[in-house]
């Protein structure tokens, strides 16, 4: 079984940082993507910054300039940088993964993220 754990999230400022963390753990023997989604309430969900092999990395057009996705490979951990935090960031963000290519896709719990104005 795989399992994903999410930490970072809490209460900031506008303007502010957090950087929130995924862990995978379980059987894993490779690496296909992780990434980071949010929903807010009343709100689909969206995908915010994902990173595949290769390191190659997108982003949803309302973070561009101000999250960093990354990833320790070794660790199979992906971390989102988010710098300049607007209150409408405000959202629980939800780590997604998924180990080979058309292999199931794993989700974690959730971590909460408010940015006050």
């Known amino acids: 079984q795989v399992q994903l754990v999410e930490s970072g999230g809490g209460l900031v400022q506008a303007g502010g940082s957090l950087r929130l963390s995924c862990v995978a753990s379980?059987?894993?023997?490779?690496?296909?993507?992780m990434g980071w989604y949010r929903q807010a309430p009343g709100k689909q969900r969206e995908l915010v910054a994902g990173i595949i092999r290769g390191g190659i990395t997108n982003y949803a057009d309302s973070v561009k300039g101000r999250f960093t996705i990354s990833r320790a490979n070794a660790k199979n951990t992906v971390s989102l940088q988010m710098n300049s935090l607007k209150p409408e960031d405000t959202a629980v963000y939800y780590c997604?993964?998924?180990?080979?290519?058309?292999?199931?896709?794993?989700w974690g719990q959730g971590t909460q993220v408010t940015v006050s104005s």
């Open positions: 379980g059987t894993i023997f490779s690496f296909n993507q």
């Open positions: 997604n993964a998924d180990f080979v290519a058309s292999g199931p896709h794993y």
